[in-house]
């Protein structure tokens, strides 16, 4: 099973950019579609972005659409994402994870493999 470590997150201020990476081993990152998820206080998991395993597609949530961008370096097994002109309600702890359907899906349960997040504040 995948084990999946995410760092690059922080306080910063509405408008300012963050790069997320997700590390990943015992395994490899390409043979999965890779998700990027958000869990505020209070709220439920949300997923925020998707690469599938060939790295041919991509999706977002409406809410970032357009401000978040998913990569991955197969060289390096690792995911990114960045994500610019944060704003506070993207203030959340962020996880990746990894879904051994080649597809992306929204869907939490759908992913077998889970980080342990980072923590995002945007806050002035």
């Known amino acids: 099973q995948l084990q999946l470590v995410e760092s690059g997150g922080g306080l910063v201020r509405p408008g300012e950019s963050l790069i997320l990476s997700c590390s990943a081993s015992?395994?490899?990152?390409?043979?999965?579609?890779t998700g990027w998820f958000r869990q505020a206080p209070g709220k439920e998991r949300e997923a925020v972005a998707c690469?599938?395993?060939?790295?041919?597609?991509?999706s977002y949530a409406d809410s970032v659409k357009g401000r978040f961008t998913t990569s991955r370096d197969s060289a390096q097994n690792t995911a990114y994402l960045r994500m610019n002109n944060l704003q506070p309600e993207d203030t959340a702890i962020y996880l990746c994870a990894v879904n051994p359907d080649y597809s992306c899906s929204g869907f939490p349960q759908t992913y077998d493999s889970w980080g342990q997040g980072t923590q995002v504040n945007v806050s002035s």
């Open positions: 015992g395994g490899t990152l390409a043979n999965y579609a």
């Open positions: 690469m599938n395993a060939r790295a041919d597609s991509t």
